[in-house]
């Protein structure tokens, strides 16, 4: 039996423990095509318009998986014993039927960790015996999907990037080979050939990305990029009087400790990607390349990039000892964890947090964080993103941001952290 | 210390009169009205629920009246009302409002850590008994007080004339306000029955029988009358019977008492009824919407009208559901999202073109099966 599964949301995360599981059951799960405009189209049809996007995305890819026997959409409500995961992917399956196309039997199975390891089991065996499989088997199975999922977790967090991570549980991704000089190409390509997915074979423009920011900036004179930049302040603009002149300086502090002094403004200096920045945000949104118009890409380009799955768990659970009330969601807990790791190291130079129109977990982290990162003096700055998205939008306010940190860092003026 | 508590419809008289029987300072917030939540919204993230901002709103408003502590209750998840207190009490600090904020919840499941806070709050002058017997007499007022919210929507489509009904219901309110003893409370209800039944013999009722429309969804617009635009009000006007599926005491007796109360409309049926739609709680009042959904169909109303704040990650799920019910039990189910741009006229028309469809149907110049699109998809 062929068993699909769809490339969205909860594929990011939890894909290589379903993999294992049912490779350990003999029975085959194949995810559905990377995300492209059709896909999105058809999600956009069929989803209810008051969700998200990434329900919207899975919308799609659910009507994607043609040739297979099944669907298989578990109900993950929790994976830790203290948290839930977003509202939404507790209503799957229910929520999604509409999408499901007709005659198409879906496969389903609780996953709830809050229960104890005993009870999500017995549920695993009652699913097991759906498929006419023993205790024993799907017992086996759960090992070797724990395995996979372990080994793809501790891969992600020694760096290895999402796409050589998952490369051997879903043959369908594939780790770029030149990953910084692709990341250009793409950026150049896109900037030039607007609305399109990335090419893989990046075509000419021989520019780096920095060349493409400049000329871009230059091209749209003063007022645009006035504009942009406000945008980045956003409401924070009160804010900027508190900041004032020792924010720099402590930062500047920060960097000479950390002997990566900057020496000035030479041109040479501006080429050479120096920055780090980390993007935070649910990975089915900075991983989901098409959606997120390649902003990892794009970053990746112009900057050392972090991201939340790198950051260790005593590090997350350290970032979120300022909070007096612990988080209930898990994706909200890492990420508000690990931006505030980001915000008070001297390791990121700012902090981007990829959100979705209609997040309901990220309203509230993203505000938490941006506390966290106002307090401690650190660029921060939100891009939501929905179906509509333009890439021109994205662009500006990306090289904004990154123009404003970077003058932060090359301690070129006062400049605050919130523009 | 002068306690404050966002509104949420007419549970500040509960909460009143539960501060006031402890001897503990309180201070009711103003109504809420339009200024309020421009308080909120200003302080408030961008994409945070309409509760939220309007909470927000009532304790800026409140701190001008002297408040210097909050009262809220907690949640374990995952719904986003479970970390409010904590999001309030950060965004409020930075915006330089020094509010000490205690949490109502239960931590990990058990009564005790809510006995603790209870106590926090009652100060030392309060023995245990007197705390119990105080938030026993408030929980029975919270269960009157829906059997007179309940009246009054009978009450509202069978009169005719709009401004008797709101003058019957408060002047009931006042009653509760006052009532200091289990008899004067239990008498509240008693009353407005008889007044409502004075002003039928006195020939100033309708003589049909009204269309019957549920109001299901998320609690806060369902009890606040200023987040749903009086939207239970409109229909009372146009003649329409309004039952909901959440009242104040159900609520309570669920999130704060842990079902050992079930209060004047239980919710424990819900998940039962829901099960062939939805087979597991997706948080909030999902799971119950649904339920009261089916319930509603089942109980053969004309209609039923989902309300939820724009966002509200639990009723979303519940959304993508109803069109399932719809169709199943061919009943009209339309959804109204609100947020601080709704407009009165917008929702006004809906609810009249919704209400309009609703007779058409009875009077049987449309047939069952025919209307089936009006969820707005």
């Known amino acids: 039996m062929k068993v699909g599964f769809p490339r969205a949301v909860y594929y990011y995360d939890y894909f290589p423990f379903w993999a294992g599981f049912f490779e350990s059951l003999n029975l085959e799960l194949v995810a559905s095509p990377l995300t492209n405009r059709r896909i999105m189209e058809s999600g956009l049809k069929k989803a209810s318009d008051e969700t998200c996007l990434p329900i919207k995305i899975l919308a799609g890819h659910i009507q994607a998986l043609k040739d297979v026997d099944a669907l298989f959409l578990p109900r993950m409500v929790s994976t830790e014993e203290q948290t839930y995961l977003c509202p939404k992917l507790l209503g799957l399956p229910e929520s999604i039927f509409p999408a499901v196309p007709q005659g198409m039997p879906v496969l389903t199975v609780n996953f709830n960790r809050r229960l104890g390891k005993r009870r999500l089991l017995a549920e695993l065996e009652h699913f097991g015996a759906s498929l006419g499989k023993s205790r024993v088997e799907v017992h086996r199975a759960f090992e070797l999907g724990g395995e996979w999922q372990e080994r793809f977790e501790k891969s992600r967090l020694k760096g290895l990037s999402f796409a050589e991570s998952m490369e051997e549980f879903d043959p369908v991704v594939r780790p770029k080979r030149r990953k910084a000089e692709e990341g250009s190409q793409n950026l150049a390509s896109a900037t030039v050939r607007g609305k399109e997915p990335p090419a893989r074979e990046g075509q000419g423009a021989e520019v780096t990305g920095r060349e493409v920011t400049e000329q871009e900036v230059v091209g749209r004179g003063g007022s645009d990029r006035g504009v942009a930049e406000r945008e980045v302040v956003g409401r924070e603009v009160t804010e900027r009087k508190v900041v004032g002149g020792e924010v720099t300086n402590r930062k500047v502090a920060g960097r000479e400790a950390a002997g990566r002094e900057p020496t000035g403004n030479t041109p040479e200096e501006r080429k050479e990607p120096s920055l780090t920045i980390a993007l935070v945000g649910h990975s089915y949104l900075t991983q989901e390349t098409y959606a997120n118009l390649n902003l990892l890409g794009r970053l990746q380009s112009q900057a050392t990039v972090r991201l939340v799955e790198e950051v260790e768990a005593g590090r997350i659970a350290e970032g979120l000892r300022s909070q007096r009330k612990a988080l209930f969601w898990s994706h909200a807990r890492k990420i508000l964890g690990a931006g505030s790791f980001f915000s008070r190291g001297d390791e990121v130079d700012g902090i981007i947090y990829l959100s979705c129109f209609g997040c309901g977990t990220d309203s509230i982290t993203q505000d938490l964080l941006a506390r966290v990162a106002r307090r401690e003096h650190k660029p921060y700055m939100v891009l939501t993103l929905d179906e509509h998205s333009g890439e021109a939008g994205l662009v500006t306010r990306l090289e904004a941001f990154l123009d404003m940190t970077e003058r932060r860092v090359r301690r070129e003026s006062d400049v605050s952290a919130h523009g | ?377």
């Open chain 2, 1 to 377: 210390m002068k306690v404050t508590f966002p509104h949420m419809g007419n549970a500040w008289i509960v909460i009143q009169a539960l501060f006031e029987a402890l001897d503990v300072e309180v201070v009711v917030p103003p109504p809420t009205g339009k200024g309020t939540l421009n308080l909120g919204t200003k302080l408030a993230p961008e994409s945070a629920c309409l509760p939220l901002k309007i909470n927000l709103g009532n304790y800026i408003e409140a701190a001008a009246k002297g408040a210097d502590t909050i009262v809220i209750t907690g949640g374990t998840g995952p719904c986003r009302f479970g970390f409010y207190g904590e999001s309030e009490r950060q965004i409020l600090a930075d915006a330089g409002y020094d509010f000490e904020v205690v949490i109502l919840e239960p931590p990990d499941g058990s009564l005790w850590g809510l006995a603790q806070r209870i106590r926090y709050l009652a100060g030392s002058k309060n023995s245990w008994a007197r705390i119990v017997g105080a938030v026993r007499f408030a929980y029975e007022k919270s269960v009157v007080l829906d059997q007179v919210e309940d009246l009054v929507h009978a009450a509202r489509p069978r009169f005719g004339d709009a401004v008797a009904a709101e003058k019957l219901y408060a002047k009931a309110r006042q009653h509760l306000i006052e009532g200091t003893s289990y008899t004067s409370l239990h008498q509240v209800p008693l009353r407005l029955a008889q007044a409502i039944r004075d002003h039928q013999a006195a020939g100033g009722s309708g003589d049909k029988e009204p269309l019957r429309v549920g109001i299901v969804g998320e609690i806060y617009t369902i009890l606040e009358p200023f987040a749903s635009l009086d939207v239970e009000q409109q229909l009372g006007a146009l003649g329409v019977e309004v039952d909901r599926s959440i009242y104040l005491s159900g609520w309570v007796g669920q999130h704060v008492f842990r079902g050992l109360a079930q209060g004047y409309r239980p919710l424990r049926a819900y998940p039962r009824l829901a099960k062939p739609y939805l087979g597991h709680f997706v948080g909030g009042h999902g799971l119950e919407t649904v339920g009261a959904a089916v319930n509603f169909a089942r109980r053969g109303f004309d209609g039923i009208i989902q309300l939820l704040p724009l966002g509200c990650m639990p009723e979303i799920v519940a959304a993508g559901i109803l069109p399932r019910i719809q169709a199943d039990f061919s009943i009209p189910i339309m959804t109204l999202t609100l947020d601080e741009h709704t407009g009165r006229a917008g929702l006004q028309t809906r609810v009249e073109a919704f209400v309009d469809l609703l007779e058409r149907r009875k009077s049987g110049r449309l047939k069952r099966g025919s209307v089936l699109s009006v969820a707005g998809k």
